[in-house]
């Protein structure tokens, strides 16, 4: 629990491990995924207290606009 920094420091230690165990569990970046694990992953996300940060104040979502993701596939 010490590991999770300056970004649970308002959290109790209940709620520290339990977001601790929320990030260690998660799918990581790069892990491939079933189309129906990609839903339930959004469908849970969106049942959540607060689905646009992780436990830890990390976004869980951003936003990209059109014009941004044509530039990263040189579109533009």
Known sequence: ???LGDEVRGLDA???VWASLAC???ARAGERL???EMTALVE???RCENPMHCP????T????????I???FKRA
């Open 1 to 3: 629990v010490e590991c």
């Open 14 to 16: 209940d709620q520290r």
């Open 24 to 26: 260690h569990s998660v």
């Open 34 to 36: 079933e189309f129906p």
């Open 44 to 46: 849970r996300l969106q």
């Open 56 to 59: 830890h104040g990390r976004p």
């Open 61 to 68: 979502i951003v936003r990209l606009e059109p014009d941004r």
């Open 70 to 72: 044509a530039r990263l």
